[in-house]
């Protein structure tokens, strides 16, 4: 099982510039975050803090009992092998092939044979849909395939937590499509802990267990996907539904007279070009047929039951919409829609029951 992550009234800081205060969340073991955010609002210098790549102000991060923020430099360099990064910029080594790049932490970390080694990097490579490229330098190979020699590198030492920072970046709907469903299934293979940073709304709402959002120079929202779908918190909403109206704008905040200059737009009946009323929860991503079910999925399901009744309605119906007969039993929830809301009605515009 993945381990588990836990980060507490984490702050950073770059000289007297606040990049973000008191950021608290946990990654329970095994299961798929996503973390949102505008850009430059640090959710790059967050995966590089929870991997004591950076030195936060405050706060800690936990892993296997080690707060990386406080440990020895030893202890730092152990409980760093527990994870395996992909970097936004998939931080490969221009000189070297596809090959010795994905070796690379092999050759650094482990005392494996060259044999042994050559087996665990075809592997990951034939993972990674990179068969053949091993010979290729990162500078001859497309953006797309850079970042799967990334994921490959990132996954040789077996990690039980995966940072991917922007897997999705530069790739074409049908192989971001193919990461999604990559990383489900590596996630049903190695139960592994996975946080995903994403702009990608797709991605966002149908990868991963749960959604964080930082903005503002705060982690406006973190918790169960149902709950983010269905969120009218305005800059979760604006986000998830990739709309211009709303608190972000492109120098990331809007003044008061923007907004309200964009809302008489929009009331006057001008569209901004979003994809309207897709508010909702969608299926889930679901691991290849023929591979184990989630075991993080099926911990999350009675991790998430333990806490509906503390849900908003929208998200208890979400959930509730979603379980199968047998859950339903299970868990004692009655009804067709199953809702725990105060009218009962549970059939929520994009609401689909698996
Ligand atoms: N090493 C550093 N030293 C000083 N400032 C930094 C450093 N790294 C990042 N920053 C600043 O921190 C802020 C957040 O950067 P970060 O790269 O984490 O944003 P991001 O949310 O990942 O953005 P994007 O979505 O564009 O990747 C930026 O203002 C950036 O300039
Ligand atoms: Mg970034």
Redesign the pocket.
């Known amino acids: 099982m993945g381990a588990e992550v836990v980060v507490e009234g984490l702050s950073t800081s770059?000289g007297r510039q606040p990049?973000w205060r008191d950021v608290t969340l946990t990654l329970p073991p095994g299961e798929v975050s996503v973390l949102l955010?505008p850009?430059?609002?640090?959710?790059?210098?967050f995966l590089k803090s929870m991997i004591g790549l950076l030195k936060p102000d405050q706060g800690s991060c936990t892993v296997d009992g080690t707060d990386i923020v406080r440990c020895s430099e030893r202890k730092l360099y152990e409980t760093r092998k527990l994870f395996g990064v992909l970097f936004?910029d998939g931080a490969l080594f221009g000189s070297m092939t596809l090959y010795d790049n994905v070796a690379f932490p092999l050759r650094e970390h482990t005392k494996k044979s060259e044999t042994e080694v050559r087996r665990i990097v075809l592997e990951k490579l034939e993972l990674t849909g990179l068969s053949g490229a091993e010979d290729k330098l990162p500078g001859e190979i497309s953006g797309g395939m850079r970042k799967r020699a990334g994921l490959a590198r990132a996954l040789v030492l077996d990690p039980e937590i995966i940072l991917c920072d922007?897997p999705d970046s530069g790739l074409d709907p049908v192989r971001t499509a193919y990461i999604s469903q990559l990383l489900v299934d590596l996630n049903a293979q190695i139960d592994a802990t996975i946080l995903i940073v994403t702009?990608n709304i797709n991605v966002a709402r149908t990868v991963p267990d749960n959604i964080g959002m930082l903005f503002r120079k705060e982690l406006v929202m973190f918790g169960p996907r149902e709950v983010l779908l269905t969120s009218d918190e305005p800059v979760v909403e604006q986000f998830l539904n990739g709309r211009v109206r709303g608190p972000i704008g492109m120098s990331e905040e809007k003044d008061s007279a923007q907004i309200a200059r964009e809302e008489a737009h929009a009331a006057a009946g001008h569209h901004d070009g979003s994809v309207d009323d897709v508010r909702g929860v969608v299926p889930q991503l679901q691991p290849t047929p023929g591979l184990p079910e989630r075991q993080g999925a099926i911990r999350r399901k009675d991790r998430v039951m333990s806490l509906l009744h503390t849900l908003p309605p929208e998200a208890q119906r979400g959930i509730t919409a979603s379980l199968s007969a047998q859950d339903r039993l299970r868990y004692g929830v009655d009804g067709v829609d199953g809702a725990h809301g105060p009218d009962g009605a549970g059939a929520v515009a994009g609401i689909l029951p698996r």
């Open positions: 770059f990049i955010g850009s430059g609002t640090g959710k790059s210098v936004q922007e702009h």
